[in-house]
């Protein structure tokens, strides 16, 4: 749906749905039909003006599938490993043995895909190389930042930390002052940097 209304030239929010919900009960619209949802969320782009959204490439969409992928296989990987560690039967660890290692050859050419990728891509190359000028950035939180953070570069660090879910959020009143804490954000990307 995404990418067909921006193929017919529309501006596009990506909006919580829960926010939207919660302004509608706000208002005093509790009742819930598509009718009601459709002035509601009319009414919520009024008041917020939320961003426009930019619609990745299909380079960066096949970017982000082959990372996604990559970490499917890894934590597969690592539950058979642990499989492997526990199991008492020959038999089994004969077969364990044969999938992990088909596991590690997925991953090394999912690595290699990407890698081409970032390297025929000057505008990747390029961000590639900033992010491993970072002390303790490596290969996989580069294309895991690349594919996942697609405005790196284009945004401040304060909105990029609250896209990864890293910026403390306040919670005090009065004179109260409560503890600070992150929450939020795109999972993968937070997953990525801890």
């Known amino acids: 749906m995404l990418y067909f209304l921006s193929e017919k030239g529309l501006k596009l929010a990506s909006i919580n749905p829960k926010q939207v919900r919660d302004f509608a009960k706000a208002s005093g ?28 490439d299909g380079e ?15 934590n597969m990987l690592v539950s058979e490993k642990n499989r492997f560690s526990s199991c008492p039967s020959k038999a089994s660890k004969q077969s364990l043995r044969k999938h992990m290692k088909w596991l ?3 991953i090394s050419s999912l690595e290699d895909n990407i890698s081409n990728m970032l390297k025929n891509s000057p505008q ?54 409560g503890k600070r804490f992150t929450q ?3 999972i993968d990307i937070r997953t990525a940097l801890y």
């Open 60 to 74: 960066t969409i096949e970017l982000n599938a082959f990372v996604v992928r990559r970490k499917q296989l890894m």
């Open 184 to 186: 939020g954000g795109r």
């Open 124 to 177: 990747w190359q390029t961000n590639k190389d900033v992010l491993k000028s970072v002390p303790g950035v490596g290969a996989v939180l580069t294309f895991s930042l690349l594919s996942g953070l697609t405005e790196l570069g284009q945004i401040t660090s304060r909105k990029v930390s609250a896209l990864a879910g890293l910026a403390p959020m306040n919670r005090d009143s009065g004179k109260f002052k």
């Open 29 to 56: 619209k509790l009742a819930k039909t598509d009718k009601i949802d459709s002035k509601v969320i009319a009414m919520f782009v009024e008041v917020f003006s939320p961003p426009v959204v930019k619609v990745p």
């Open 104 to 106: 590690e050859k997925e």
